[in-house]
């Protein structure tokens, strides 16, 4: 089972610039990365614990904090779980994820 979805993986541009987070895949296969590596500290549908709520954490808030911070020790994932985590976590909670997109552009659009 965990090879299927691997492989689904492996068909969808996960590794590619352009990743689609809304792919039901993708978010299945983010769950697991969150269920083993997340959710002792981040709770239950990642809506906290004995670490913040992270629902709607966007990739550039996770490729942040699994390099470690203060509180949070670093989280070693292989290529593309990132990715799956961040799927995951935008579809608990995707107006937080699409306000965080819209500022992040906007900074973009800014700093240009
Ligand atoms: C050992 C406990 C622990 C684990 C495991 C853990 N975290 Fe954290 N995380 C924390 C704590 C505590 C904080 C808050 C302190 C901080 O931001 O420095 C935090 C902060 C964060 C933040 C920033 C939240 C904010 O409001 O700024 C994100 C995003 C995050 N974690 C994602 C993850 C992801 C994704 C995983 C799994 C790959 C993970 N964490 C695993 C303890 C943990």
Do not use: W
Request: hydrophobic letters at 45%.
């Amino acid at each position: 089972m965990k090879y299927a979805v691997v492989f689904s993986l492996l068909a969808t541009p996960v590794l590619a610039q352009d990743v689609d987070f809304s792919d039901p895949a993708l978010i299945a296969f983010g769950q697991e990365v969150y269920t083993d590596f997340c959710l002792a500290c981040h709770g239950e549908e990642a809506l906290g614990g004995n670490a913040p709520d992270i629902q709607g954490s966007i990739l550039s808030d996770i490729t942040q904090a699994i390099r470690g911070t203060d509180q949070m020790e670093p989280v070693e994932l292989y290529e593309g779980e990132p990715e799956a985590v961040t799927a995951y976590l935008m579809s608990l909670a995707p107006e937080v994820a699409e306000a965080k997109l819209r500022l992040q552009a906007a900074r973009k659009q800014g700093s240009k």
